[in-house]
């Protein structure tokens, strides 16, 4: 208890040495605390929204393969086989085959190129699509050319509108009703996607296309055919297993077709793996700033022990052990670096809250980088202070009294 009462007094009466002292430790603690948390905390809003739509889902996509003749050809899938998979095997219990396809829309003069997908209704529950404006795709549809607007389609064609001479200017943030020219054909948007719904397992975001009915998409597209169908396993099934099955089924059908079956759990597997790395990574770019820190620390003992000889040289004739000397500066080494780790863990928190914040993810207090911080901040205390104080314990004391 006296070490402390000496370690904070000598602290205090050294406050520039000290403030000092204490930066280096403060910036590499709040860097390790902000880079973990921030990186936890992104990790599971990553991984809740992937798991929002289940982790039993497939992505099914048929790929180009050379022929005989050295043509690249890609087997068609047929409608029918697509939609009979929940029956023809055992461990599918939903599906929704798509065709994608890029096209040009025109929409009151305004010209883009965007993707158009023909799906199913089943498409829409299996991305849980929900709408902002007007309806779904039913199976009602299937003859009609109707079409629902991804949320980024429905602003651009937003912005479009107010941009466009009269007449064809309405004024009008409704969309639903209106017609849209896609391709050579008019259809009529009956819904707005509301934004962010989709975070499938598909290489694009529903955002970003326009979907219409599949029997429409079929008759519409040129080359029409199947080329992707999202599956929902059924339960407590091994996706190594259906991902066989699928592939069974489809061989008797479609000879000569190769299909690509990504997992979802293998999707969440990935994203883990990368953040824990990037986990790795981040700790040892905050390392980098602690072991500066504790430089740091080490250069300030040792200046002052070197201002301090003749206060060691002092103890040491009044009767002061070596060890006594030495346990007294590492105290002031260990509680120099223990309060700057408490400052660095609130910036960190800080830095993270604010990162939160503006990103709108939830906060989270990651306590094991509490414990983390707390605890390196001893040990960058103890390490970088032993050898100063292991210095002042070797000190002649006869030669310290004469330092003056």
Known sequence: MWHLREAIRSLYASKQRTVLALIGIVIGIGAVIAMMTITQIAQEQALSEFKALGTDLLNISS?????????????????????ALPQKTTTLQRVAP?????????????????????????????????????????PLDKQHYFCVLGADIAQQLLSAEKTVPWPFNRQSPVLVGQRLK?????????????????????????DQTILIPIKTALRFFDNAEINNIIARMKPDVDYHLAIEEIKTYFRPRVPDLQLIITAAEDIIEHIEKQMQL?????????????????????NVMLASVTERKVEIG?????????????????????????VGG??????????????????AWPFIVSYPALLLGVGVSSI?????????????????PITALRAK
């Open 63 to 83: 790929i180009f393969h050379e022929s005989e003749n050295g043509q690249l050809e890609m087997p068609k899938i047929k409608l029918d086989d697509a939609l």
């Open 182 to 206: 896609i391709g050579d054909k008019l259809f009529t948007i009956i819904g707005v996607l509301k934004p962010g719904v989709s975070q499938s397992i598909l290489p694009y975001q529903t």
């Open 278 to 298: 990037f986990a790795l990574l981040s700790g040892a770019v905050g390392s980098i700033a602690l072991l500066v820190g504790g430089i740091g620390v080490m």
């Open 380 to 396: 960058v205390g103890a390490f970088f202070g032993f050898y100063p104080a292991y210095q002042a314990a070797q000190s002649d």
């Open 314 to 338: 002092i103890r040491r004739a009044l009767g002061a052990k070596r060890s006594d000397i030495q346990l007294q500066f590492l105290s002031e080494s260990i509680l120099l670096s223990l």
């Open 98 to 138: 798509f065709i994608s396809d890029g096209h040009f829309i025109n929409f009151q003069g305004a010209i883009d190129y965007v993707n158009i997908l023909g799906v199913t209704d089943e498409y829409n529950y299996l991305n849980k699509l929900t709408t902002s404006q007007g309806r779904l795709l039913t």
């Open 342 to 359: 408490c400052i660095g863990i609130l910036l960190g928190m800080a830095i993270t809250y604010a990162v939160s914040q503006y990103n």
